[in-house]
């Protein structure tokens, strides 16, 4: 693990924290965050639209939707921010091939990893290049899924070279997938209409010139093409897969990643040295008549958006040995964001209506009020810079004892503006560009942890984590809702312990936290689903992690991690648009299911000449709200897969799968309280891997 931004057991690690390791991917067949990450205790997913999906973890989110700013969990690539501070276009949902493991670090993070991990962060960990040896690995997927119109596919490669022996090497990475729709849209007369492809390249250089030096370069590309949207109308009782839309309502949307790093032993500490920078683009489509069609021109209302953001990141580190009984880490990094964004609604034919009948729009001509059938037009810009020096320092008090101290100090500048151009409502042209907003203050993070064998471990954490304020584009046409919103923060009180029992064949973890979220940025929505952020009120969250891990034999191993969690409104929500004003005190918070569970099952015989291996997953969420104020509720239902492989000619693992077996029929979330995503159904499938190592 590297949630203290140095290599550690997770049995050392002083926080709840999890990994899911390559092998684990590999058995579970997985391709994305959904396959694996709800596995995690803890951890629910807003399984919305490819790349706008979102982890959350411990219950803190506003939406089972897209938060309307920087997502409540941070996410990272090799340690660097794969998001910005402000709106994510995209939230990378790193395909699994080739990945050495995934952390989920549990709880605030803001002290070593900044702002927006409020919950928790998700650290993907990738293959780097290797100069020892020369690899090569391939992995192909086929599989279909009940109600879907075609085969999904998955081609995936690797290639690792040594240029020079133990000194330099270059690691190769390409990958497309294509996940077939089960989707119906008759009104397109589609069926399946919801495909979606996928594909990657990534690559990685390393160089060791010397023993103590080791530069490296990862430079990541990953695009996400949907041809429809993957809600429907959540009809109580029904197991709806239809479609409302009567326009392809299309998501598509890609981010690369460029990055140096640079580490060197100085003998007294390692120095580390990263930069990157980051592009993303995204352009959708949305049918705001969901099936209506404007009397006027008997066509639908459309929205279209177009967004594209730059971010650059650098942080420079020294970390002291991992021996000794005083250990410390000092750092400073800094971020730099530009964002713009393009938001249109589009109705055919509005112009030649306004020609048509100018008595309506005051005499103004369709080449100013609805230029190209747009009858309404907003742009925003933001740019953000967040600078912060941050460190921490271990102590141990006795041998067994330890006292860990860190924090972080930060300053972040936000400047946003937001303009609405004329159009159809005859709301006048204006621009909204505040002053510049900075803000500054110091995050603490202590813990006390004792370990008086390998056996056995018990900690208690203080943490903290923020997200920096933002701006409401789509609020520019209601003067009563606020144009702008503050950052908020949570505090984390835990106390957790690791153990091992009858000779390490039984792992107990077992947490108990407290978090206290003020000052919630909450995603809300107006009447005609247009969303928008307001501060206001405050929510609780208690919650009891457990996770067992049983190995009677070394060719069987029982998992089970079970979850409750109890995230409710402390204090009143504000909506201008809800009945009363507002959620009240006590309300559950979005998403936040009291219990969730997740069970394997996996039984191996790697001393077999076929090394056959078989596994029998289970997960649950039970129900919870799938917004303030709403009456559906998603979750309550069971997902159960099975794995099974065989190695035949010593390097080729050929496997057959199936994803929710029993073909479970689930909401995964309903953003507006009536049409939402539901769980992919019953998919069996086979795939093979191929690798020298």
Do not use: C
């Amino acid at each position: 693990m590297t949630a203290a931004k140095r290599e550690q057991s997770v049995r050392d690690v002083s926080g709840s924290v999890s990994a899911v390791s390559e092998a684990t991917l590999q058995k579970l067949n997985a391709q994305s965050l959904s396959d694996y990450i709800t596995r995690v205790p803890g951890v629910v997913f807003n399984d919305y639209q490819p790349g706008i999906s979102e982890v959350v973890i411990r219950g803190i989110a506003s939406s089972t939707y897209h938060e309307a700013n920087q997502s409540t969990t941070g996410y990272y690539l090799n340690e660097l921010p794969l998001g910005e501070p402000g709106f994510p276009l995209v939230i990378p949902d790193v395909d699994s091939f080739d990945v050495a493991r995934v952390e989920v670090l549990r709880g605030p993070q803001g002290t070593l990893f900044g702002s927006s991990s409020l919950g928790g962060a998700v650290n993907y960990i990738v293959n780097e290049a290797d100069p020892s040896r020369f690899d090569v690995g391939f992995e192909g997927t086929a599989a279909t899924t009940k109600r879907a119109g075609e085969l999904s596919y998955a081609v995936k490669g690797m290639v690792n070279a040594p240029l020079v022996t133990d000194k330099l090497a270059v690691r190769l990475v390409a990958l497309q997938r294509f996940d077939a729709g089960f989707l119906n849209s008759p009104g397109l007369g589609d069926k399946g209409s919801n495909d979606l492809r996928v594909r990657g390249l990534r690559g990685s250089i390393v160089f060791t010139p010397t023993e103590t030096t080791k530069i490296s370069a990862l430079s990541m590309y990953q695009e996400y093409d949907l041809d429809d949207q993957t809600y429907v109308f959540i009809i109580p009782g029904t197991r709806n897969y239809t479609r409302p839309n009567t326009v392809r309502e299309y998501q598509d949307s890609d981010f690369q990643m460029h990055s140096l790093r640079i580490e060197q032993d100085l003998g007294f500490a390692t120095l580390t040295a990263v930069g990157s920078y980051t592009r993303k683009h995204a352009k959708s489509r949305f049918d705001y008549g969901l099936g209506a069609f404007d009397p006027r021109t008997g066509t639908p209302l459309v929205g279209i958006g177009f967004g594209n953001s730059k971010t650059k990141y650098g942080e420079i580190r020294l970390a002291s040995p991992d021996g000794g009984r005083f250990r410390w880490l000092l750092g400073a990094n800094y971020t730099n964001l530009r964002g713009f964004g393009d938001d249109r609604l589009q109705l055919d034919g509005i112009a030649a209506y306004v020609d048509a009948n100018p008595g309506e729009f005051g005499g103004q001509p369709s080449s100013v009020i609805t230029p190209d059938d747009y009858t309404n037009r907003s742009t925003y810009t933001n740019r953000v810079t967040e600078k912060a020096l941050f460190g921490e320092i271990s102590y141990d008090l006795l041998d067994q004892l330890t006292l860990t101290l860190g924090g972080r100090v930060f300053e972040y500048r936000t400047r946003p503006q937001a303009t609405q151009l004329a159009n159809a409502a005859l709301i006048p042209p204006f621009t909204y560009a505040p002053a510049a907003d900075k803000q500054s203050d110091f995050i603490p993070k202590v813990s006390l942890t004792f370990k008086p064998n390998n056996d056995f471990m018990i900690y208690a954490l203080y943490s903290e984590g923020f997200r920096v304020g933002g701006i409401n584009v789509f609020a520019l046409p209601y003067p009563t809702l606020p144009q702008s919103f503050g950052s908020d923060t949570t505090k984390n009180y835990e106390i957790g312990t690791r153990f091992d029992l009858i000779d390490n064949s039984l792992s107990v973890d077992l947490t108990a936290y407290h978090i206290d979220w003020s000052n919630i940025q909450a995603r809300l929505f107006t009447p005609d689903i247009r969303a928008y952020t307001v501060n206001g009120g405050g929510a609780n969250v208690d919650g009891v992690e457990l996770s067992l891990t049983l190995r009677p034999t070394r060719n069987l191993s029982i998992s089970s991690n079970v979850s409750y969690n109890d995230a409710r409104l402390s204090s009143l929500l504000p909506d201008s648009f809800a009945p009363g004003g507002g959620y009240a005190k006590g309300s559950r918070l979005p998403g936040a299911s009291e219990w969730t569970l997740s069970n394997s099952i996996d039984l191996s015989f790697p001393d077999s000449k076929l090394k056959p291996r078989f596994s029998l997953s289970h997960r649950y969420q039970s129900s919870a709200p799938v917004a303030f104020g709403a009456t559906f509720e998603r979750g309550d239902f069971h997902l159960i897969d099975l794995n099974a492989s065989i190695t035949v000619a010593d390097r080729v693992e050929v496997g057959v799968f199936a994803k929710n077996l029993f073909n479970q029929y689930g909401i995964l979330n309903a953003p507006f309280s009536f049409a939402g995503s539901v769980a992919r159904p019953r998919t069996v499938g086979a795939t093979v891997r191929f690798s020298l190592d």
